[in-house]
C-alpha cells in the first residue's frame, strides 16, 4: 500500500492512494494523525477502504506533505556508502570507512514535501543534493533490539532528497546548521509499505538535476545496513512509530565535484529509488515574510 500526508484547508490529513486518488483517512478512522494511525497497527479498514471506496481527491491535485509529518526523532546517517566515504575523502581528507554510524538529527521545519520547492536561503549559495532511501518505523523498537529482529519494526519506506547547506555544515565540526535550513530536506512521493519492499538492501537509487544523473548506486553499497542502523540507535534510545531514519547519501554530490555544482532556482531535482517511486522538486530562493 502507498500512503500520503497533505494539506486541506491548512490542516494536515493522512490518506491511502488508490490508482491516481486518494482516500481520506483522516475523516473515516479515529486516528487523528498518521502517527496514531501507524501506531495503532490497524491496517485491516484499508483493504475494505480500498475495494469499496473511491478516491476523495486526485493525487496530482494535493498539496503534498512529507509522509509523515508528526514524526518525532528525524535520524539521518552520514559517510553511510562506500563511494560516498571515498569521494570526501578526495575531497577533504581524513575521511575513512566508519566502524560505527555517524548519526545527526534534523528537525521537523527543515522539511518539505513532494512537489514542493526546495527553498535556497539568501545566506548561502551552497545548495547540494543528497539522495537517499528513507525508513519509517512503525513499531516501537526496544533498547537493543538485534539486528534479526530490527526490520520487524519498519513500517515502510520513502525517498529523501536531504539537500543541505555545505558552507554551513562545515561552519564548525558540528552538521547541524548545514543540514536543518528550512524547507530543504524533500520527502516522498509517498510512503511504500515494507511488505512491498522485500530487501531494502537491493533498491537502485538515482538522483537527477534537471534530468542528467548526478548520482547512481544501490542500496548494497551502504556501510550500515537498514537493521543495522536500527539496532545500533535502539543502544542508546527506543525508537517509537513514526520515527524516520535517513540512510546516507552516494558518491556523486555537488560539494565533491570539480567544478562544484550546486542547486540554484529554477532546477528540477529527482530521486527514484526502485519498488518506491520519484521524489521531483523545483529549487526556488525563499522569500522571506512570503
Same mark, same amino acid.
Given at each position: 500500500?502507498?500512503?500520503?500526508?497533505?494539506?486541506?484547508?491548512?490542516?494536515?490529513?493522512?490518506?491511502?492512494?488508490?490508482?491516481?486518488?486518494?482516500?481520506?483517512?483522516?475523516?473515516?478512522?479515529?486516528?487523528?494523525?498518521?502517527?496514531?494511525?501507524?501506531?495503532? &497497527?490497524?491496517?485491516? #479498514? !484499508?483493504?475494505?477502504?480500498?475495494? =469499496?471506496?473511491?478516491? +476523495?481527491?486526485?493525487? @496530482?491535485? $494535493?498539496?503534498?506533505?512529507?509522509?509523515?509529518?508528526?514524526?518525532?526523532?528525524?535520524?539521518?546517517?552520514?559517510?553511510?556508502?562506500?563511494?560516498?566515504?571515498?569521494?570526501?575523502?578526495?575531497?577533504?581528507?581524513?575521511?575513512?570507512?566508519?566502524?560505527?554510524?555517524?548519526?545527526?538529527?534534523?528537525?521537523?521545519?527543515?522539511?518539505? &514535501?513532494?512537489?514542493? #520547492? !526546495?527553498?535556497?536561503?539568501?545566506? =548561502?549559495?551552497?545548495? +547540494?543534493?543528497?539522495? @537517499?532511501? $528513507?525508513?519509517?518505523?512503525?513499531?516501537?523498537?526496544?533498547?537493543?533490539?538485534?539486528?534479526?529482529?530490527?526490520?520487524?519494526?519498519?513500517?515502510?519506506?520513502?525517498?529523501?532528497?536531504?539537500?543541505?547547506?555545505?558552507?554551513?555544515?562545515?561552519?564548525?565540526?558540528?552538521?547541524?546548521?548545514?543540514?536543518?535550513?528550512?524547507?530543504? &530536506?524533500?520527502?516522498? #512521493?509517498?510512503?511504500?509499505?515494507?511488505?512491498?519492499?522485500?530487501?531494502?538492501?537491493?533498491?537502485?537509487?538515482?538522483?537527477?538535476?534537471?534530468?542528467?544523473?548526478?548520482?547512481?548506486?544501490?542500496?548494497?553499497?551502504?556501510?550500515?545496513?537498514?537493521?543495522?542502523?536500527?539496532?545500533?540507535?535502539?543502544?542508546?534510545?527506543?525508537?517509537?512509530?513514526?520515527?524516520?531514519?535517513?540512510?546516507?547519501?552516494?558518491?556523486?554530490?555537488?560539494?565533491?565535484?570539480?567544478?562544484?555544482?550546486?542547486?540554484?532556482?529554477?532546477?528540477?531535482?529527482?530521486?527514484?529509488?526502485?519498488?518506491?517511486?520519484?521524489?521531483?522538486?523545483?529549487?526556488?530562493?525563499?522569500?522571506?515574510?512570503?
Amino acid at each position: 500500500m502507498k500512503f500520503v500526508s497533505y494539506s486541506i484547508d491548512g490542516e494536515a490529513h493522512y490518506g491511502v492512494l488508490k490508482d491516481r486518488s486518494v482516500i481520506d483517512l483522516t475523516s473515516r478512522l479515529p486516528y487523528r494523525n498518521f502517527v496514531e494511525f501507524i501506531a495503532s &497497527g490497524d491496517d485491516h #479498514p !484499508i483493504q475494505e477502504l480500498l475495494e =469499496s471506496e473511491h478516491g +476523495d481527491y486526485l493525487y @496530482e491535485n $494535493l498539496r503534498l506533505l512529507p509522509v509523515v509529518p508528526e514524526a518525532g526523532k528525524i535520524l539521518c546517517i552520514g559517510l553511510n556508502y562506500h563511494d560516498h566515504v571515498a569521494e570526501a575523502d578526495r575531497k577533504l581528507g581524513g575521511r575513512e570507512t566508519p566502524t560505527k554510524p555517524m548519526v545527526f538529527a534534523r528537525f521537523a521545519e527543515s522539511l518539505t &514535501g513532494h512537489r514542493e #520547492p !526546495i527553498r535556497r536561503p539568501r545566506v =548561502s549559495h551552497q545548495l +547540494d543534493w543528497e539522495a @537517499e532511501l $528513507l525508513v519509517v518505523i512503525g513499531t516501537r523498537v526496544p533498547r537493543y533490539t538485534s539486528t534479526g529482529r530490527a526490520l520487524e519494526h519498519v513500517y515502510g519506506y520513502s525517498v529523501m532528497n536531504e539537500a543541505c547547506l555545505r558552507d554551513y555544515q562545515f561552519h564548525t565540526r558540528q552538521l547541524t546548521p548545514g543540514k536543518n535550513f528550512e524547507n530543504t &530536506g524533500a520527502i516522498g #512521493p509517498w510512503l511504500v509499505t515494507a511488505d512491498e519492499i522485500p530487501d531494502p538492501q537491493n533498491l537502485d537509487i538515482e538522483m537527477r538535476l534537471n534530468g542528467e544523473v548526478m548520482q547512481s548506486s544501490n542500496t548494497a553499497d551502504m556501510v550500515f545496513s537498514v537493521a543495522q542502523l536500527i539496532a545500533y540507535i535502539s543502544e542508546w534510545l527506543p525508537l517509537n512509530p513514526g520515527d524516520l531514519i535517513a540512510t546516507g547519501t552516494m558518491g556523486g554530490v555537488g560539494f565533491a565535484r570539480d567544478p562544484q555544482i550546486f542547486m540554484k532556482p529554477g532546477d528540477t531535482a529527482e530521486v527514484s529509488i526502485s519498488g518506491i517511486g520519484t521524489l521531483r522538486n523545483r529549487v526556488e530562493d525563499e522569500v522571506i515574510g512570503a
